[in-house]
């Protein structure tokens, strides 16, 4: 390229291909915008006739480029967003212009959706960000890059703008094997596996619902690679013969598929306490506890998981950014309880 993307007046881009322009527009533009965009984005824009070439407009986003081309786009300015924000308390770790860091509590929704509407996080930090949101795909929102099941607490990073957006998602796309991504959750299971720490590999898929998760055959139709990495970190209320009633294991996520670790937990024989998807038929359990465990297990009213660590890179500056949140009250007053079921 001859000249570098400059800011036009109007809202506008403008650039001049160099000697050497090849290939599609949308995927050349992409590349010179530097990942200020998504592919996807630019693809858009062409399409809406936001895009000129030799001053003509285009709409064609596999035109060919040729040098010397020189390219105008007209960017909108962010609409606002469908969710409204809503003044919720958010409980921030870290926060710049690219992302913001924080914990999710047990109970908040993540992404508005049937049945709720309001009250999510995406709400909360529409209200909390104002501003400081540039937009993800030309809409003033926040950008979700992964998520936790309503009733999971745990640390959450989210997109500010585009950039920050695609470079995430690239992250958690491939999980951590080429990169510094990280992600550890603490859960409460029944019973003790049998080896301390292992591996589970067992592929998930559509367990018949929209909705439930279970373990598939490799040559299943939607059978999805998962795996996940635990270890023993606690027992409870442990008997002569090795096992235990109740066991505090850390789960190190190599993939990240939905309900994940209550899946696999519960498909090795040790559901997560609390969960009523797939651990309901060990509800009964809490009757072999003593007190006060017996009533911490039957009042507790999700399942036990929470994701305490979240590590990945950051997508300006390339830092590995690190953080971690200890296990909410909930959590700990249930764990506190088992540990004094000791005989």
């Not at 090849?22 to 809406?48: H, P, V, Y």
């Not at 006739?49 to 020189?70: C, I, Q, W």
């Not at 598939?216 to 635990?230: C, G, L, M, N, V």
């Not at 953080?323 to 764990?335: G, H, I, N, R, T």
Request: hydrophobic fraction near 35%; glycine fraction near 10%; proline fraction near 6%.
């Amino acid at each position: 390229m001859n000249d570098p993307f400059k800011q036009a007046p109007g809202n506008r881009k403008v650039l001049t291909a160099g000697d050497d322009a090849s290939g599609r527009l949308d995927a050349f533009l992409t590349e010179a915008l530097g990942g200020e965009f998504s592919r996807n984005r630019i693809k858009g824009l062409i399409e809406q006739g936001a895009v000129s070439v030799n001053a003509l407009t285009v709409t064609e986003s596999k035109r060919k480029v040729h040098p010397g081309d020189t390219f105008q786009i007209a960017l909108p300015e962010p609409e606002d967003p469908e969710p409204k924000g809503e003044a919720i308390t958010l409980d921030v770790l870290y926060e710049d212009q690219d992302l913001i860091v924080l914990v999710k509590p047990a109970g908040l929704v993540v992404h508005p959706g049937a049945g709720n509407w309001t009250g999510t996080l995406v709400n909360a930090l529409i209200h909390h960000c104002g501003d400081s949101l540039s937009g993800i795909g030309g809409v003033k929102r926040p950008g979700i890059v992964h998520r936790l099941d309503k009733d999971t607490s745990g640390v959450m990073v989210v997109a500010k703008n585009d950039a920050a957006h695609r470079h995430l998602s690239d992250q958690f796309a491939d999980h951590g094997r080429n990169g510094p991504l990280e992600r550890a959750y603490r859960a409460v299971v029944w019973g003790r596996p049998r080896q301390l720490k292992g591996t589970i590999d067992a592929p998930l898929g559509r367990a018949g619902d929209r909705t439930k998760r279970a373990v598939k055959r490799d040559d299943s139709d939607d059978a999805r690679e998962a795996i996940t990495h635990y270890e023993v970190v606690d027992r409870y209320h442990e008997k002569p013969d090795g096992t235990s009633l109740a066991s505090a294991v850390e789960c190190h996520l190599e993939t990240g598929r939905t309900h994940q670790i209550r899946v696999h937990m519960a498909h090795i024989g040790h559901p997560l306490i609390g969960d009523p998807d797939y651990g309901a038929a060990f509800r009964t359990k809490a009757n072999l506890l003593p007190e006060p465990a017996r009533t911490a297990v039957n009042r507790f009213p999700r399942q036990a998981l929470h994701a305490f660590m979240l590590q990945f890179e950051h997508p300006s500056t390339g830092e590995t950014m690190h953080f971690e949140a200890a296990v909410p009250s909930d959590m700990q007053e249930l764990v506190d309880a088992l540990r004094m079921a000791a005989p």
